[in-house]
């Protein structure tokens, strides 16, 4: 191998329905480093790879939801394994995403693969801890079980290209929905290769969608789509997130708390992000001989 | 009359990698024990498997205090998140080796391979994923904001299902922040050392997990121990009581996990071709050496002969043989002296006048075989209907109404699980709720899974495993 070998530049798509397509649009946009060098054109999505996304959400939601949650607690946290053996190219996409230290993207790419374990091994104990078997005053068994809600819509930490990502994510695929993520739009990479790392890892395709692309541009689109059942608001500018809560609100989604000021991400969450995404059955059934 | 003549389809035994010794695991290094070495057998021909270094009781102090050292510098200052990822790689370890496991588990159990193959192995490694869960999010599990582990536990386990039941003990006690010394079952200790292995690959910091095998002496030294803060037992509920004696007064915290002598109670608009398999099931899985076996079936009179013509024919269909034979769905018993103990329950049972019926199923010439037995026309006060066989025997009783099937069915010192077989679903709720038992199957049998706490009524035991109920047994509260 010469010194002189050109490396093999990466085509940036997005990732909808487990494929990695162009946006149907056509565009693209340059993504620029911390100091303003070229990395890469990535895709730039669309009102239709929204629409598009959110019906492979959709179709992949029976299959996700309906599979164990020890099945998922397995293919969450076959995502960590997958990462931790790219460790070293995630740290890079980190670095020149975030313009961080080599030691401080180390620590946010291995926080990252820790926060699929953690929402890996919380599948299986929702119930236990959010559900209850009720003592109602009466000859009536009855319990209340959290089940999915459905296809959520998550826009991503515009600062945190890969742990903030994540942490987002994570939570939304432990209790059984499936997501329609719009990236952040200026440090995408770490999340097209957080794709990559999702095709190859037992992840259904559908269950998670990545568009890279513009939040103000795509938050109507989600916001107003009548098949979108919760919507995570982090990564838009706290500014037009209550015009977007008012469109929302005409389909009655379900609305995730976020701050106005994106955290560092590195504390371990709790139920926060995985209360919103459920919803509580209860069934009633009477007792006797 | 059977429609197929079914070919040999055994299992190859070298997937075991048998080695001709196995020595004990203390302070994560494999040691000779001072104990006297046992030979364990494969109890399906005679055969001796394998030489077991076993443990003395200065070795019990080796381990003892490996087990602290590990506790107070490494394991209980580790935050959960890090002992969760030690967990989850014994989980994923366990599965990799999944099939060596299962092959090394029918050959020192005599367990069917399809048992050890698709139950056992597979529902020890989901404990141990499970729990990794729990490492770091105790706080969530009802027990107060910062719950803390106990410190050494001491484990007994049974012979019956090693691996699993070695995975219902350690997975738990190392998620909660404990670390532990396990005595296997002396018939059966090969997984458990091959599990010392596991912890190795897993880089699981030394002393966290012993396995000191060796007979009952070794197994009172360990739960007798001083430094021991922690005892959990899976066994007979004759040697649970002598735990209990002999751990009354100390202050440990204590799990009893015993006998048990099920009620499957069929009604007379169950689906009986159903009924018929979770009855089989109920009692003919792993040989009915299973604690929860329902090893007592109580029938609606008014079905009891078309049930028993049904089940009678359905059994006869079982294949008993190698339980190496993928076919096979009844291996071999355990042991020599459990299998006298079986035949001599049968043999009171026919004294007793209960009316026997036995598979006419042949017989390996080699290796311990008892053919799967029902007896009918038993009454409450025989001992087949009293107490646990542990074998492949199924007493049978009738009743005429619910309140007289939850009435015999209650007519135990046990109370350990159930079962309940009827289309009515309002029934069912009414029955769970009389049933003085830990665990009630309604229209299946004999389910497990990690999630679902599991333990017993009276002397069934006390404490559950599994479950978010399941930590309480591991954490100072």
């Not at chain 1, 005053?137 to 930490?157: D, H, I, N, Q, R």
């Not at chain 2, 200065?58 to 967990?87: C, F, H, N």
Request: net charge neutral.
């Amino acid at each position: 191998m010469s010194d002189t070998r050109l490396a093999v530049a990466k085509t940036y798509k997005l990732y909808i329905g487990g494929k990695f397509p162009r946006s149907e649009s056509g565009r693209s946009y340059p993504v620029n480093d911390t100091r303003g060098r070229f990395l890469a054109n990535v895709a730039h999505a669309s009102r239709k790879d929204v629409r598009d996304a959110v019906v492979a959400a959709r179709k992949a939601f029976p299959g996700w939801s309906g599979a164990t949650a020890y099945n998922r607690g397995q293919v969450l946290f076959r995502v960590a394994e997958v990462m931790e053996g790219r460790r070293e190219q995630f740290v890079a996409d980190v670095r020149a995403a975030e313009g961080v230290q080599q030691r401080r993207a180390e620590t946010l790419v291995d926080a990252a693969i820790d926060r699929w374990v953690y929402y890996a091994g919380w599948t299986d104990k929702l119930s236990a801890v959010l559900g209850a078997a009720n003592p109602v005053a009466g000859p009536y068994f009855s319990f209340t079980v959290p089940e999915p809600t459905g296809v959520v819509g998550v826009f991503a930490p515009q600062k945190s290209s890969l742990l903030g990502l994540v942490s987002v994510l994570a939570p939304v695929l432990a209790t059984g929905c499936t997501a329609v993520v719009v990236t952040s739009a200026d440090r995408p990479l770490p999340a097209v290769t957080l794709a990559e790392v999702l095709a190859t890892s037992d992840v259904p395709g559908g269950v998670v969608n990545l568009l890279t692309g513009r939040a103000e541009e795509l938050a109507p689109w989600l916001a107003s789509h009548a098949d979108v059942n919760a919507l995570d608001l982090t990564g838009v500018e706290p500014s037009a997130r209550g015009e977007l809560a008012r469109t929302a609100a005409d389909t009655v989604k379900r609305l995730v708390r976020v701050p106005d000021q994106e955290p560092d991400w590195i504390a371990t969450p709790g139920l926060e992000r995985l209360r919103p995404y459920l919803e509580d059955k209860t069934v009633w059934h009477p007792m006797g001989v | 009359m059977a429609l197929f003549d079914y070919a040999p389809a055994p299992e190859n035994r070298d997937i075991a990698n048998l080695k001709a010794h196995y020595r004990p695991f203390i302070g994560g290094e494999f040691v000779d024990g001072n104990g006297e070495p046992l030979k364990t057998i494969n109890p399906a021909n005679g055969e001796v498997l394998a030489e077991v270094s076993t443990v003395d009781g200065s070795d019990i102090d080796r381990a003892v205090q490996a087990a602290r050292t590990a506790y107070e510098k490494t394991w209980r200052r580790m935050p959960g998140s890090e002992r969760a990822k030690y967990l989850f790689r014994l989980a994923r370890l366990i599965q990799e080796r999944a099939r060596e496991l299962a092959v090394l588990e029918t050959l020192d159990n005599g367990k069917p391979i399809k048992e050890s193959r698709d139950v056992d192995i597979p529902t020890a490694a989901a404990h141990f994923f499970y729990h990794a869960g729990w490492a770091d999010k105790l706080s969530y599990a009802g027990y107060g904001p910062d719950p803390q582990p106990l410190g050494v536990a001491g484990q007994v386990i049974p012979w019956n299902f090693p691996l699993l039941m070695l995975a219902w003990k350690i997975a738990p006690a190392l998620a909660c922040g404990n670390t532990v010394v396990l005595k296997p079952a002396e018939t059966t200790p090969l997984t458990a050392l091959v599990f010392g292995e596991l912890c190795q690959q897993a880089g699981l910091p030394p002393g966290v997990v012993n396995i000191v095998p060796g007979a009952g002496d070794v197994g009172a030294a360990l739960v007798g121990h001083a430094g021991v803060d922690k005892v959990a037992f899976t066994g007979s509920t004759e040697v649970g009581k002598i735990i209990q004696r002999q751990l009354a007064g100390t202050g440990k915290k204590m799990t009893m996990e015993l006998g048990g002598k099920a009620a499957n109670i069929v009604f007379d608009d169950a689906p009986l071709d159903q009924a018929v398999e979770g009855i089989v099931n109920g009692i003919f899985f792993n040989q009915g050496h299973v604690c929860c076996a329902g090893s007592r079936l109580l029938v609606q009179e008014s079905i009891a002969d078309e049930l028993l013509e049904k089940l009678r024919y359905r059994v006869s269909t079982l294949r008993l043989g190698d339980p190496l034979d993928k076919n096979t769905d009844v291996g071999a018993i355990n042991s020599a002296e459990q299998l006298a103990k079986i035949r001599d329950l049968v043999a009171s049972g026919e004294a007793e006048g209960a009316e026997r019926w036995t598979s006419p199923c042949p017989l390996p010439e080699k290796g311990f075989f008892f053919a799967p037995t029902v007896f009918s026309g038993v009454q409450a006060s025989m001992r087949i209907a009293r107490e646990e066989i542990f074998g492949p025997v199924l007493s049978v009783l009738t009743f005429r109404t619910p309140q007289e099937a939850v009435t015999k069915a209650n007519n135990t010192p046990y109370g350990l699980s159930a079962g309940i077989w009827t289309e009515k679903g309002s029934r069912i709720l009414w029955m769970t709720s009389q049933l003085r038992a830990g665990v009630v199957w309604a229209n299946t049998f004999n389910r497990f899974d990690p999630t679902a706490p599991f333990g017993g009524y009276q002397e069934s035991g006390f404490g559950r495993e599994g479950g978010r109920a399941g930590l309480e047994a591991y954490l100072d509260v």
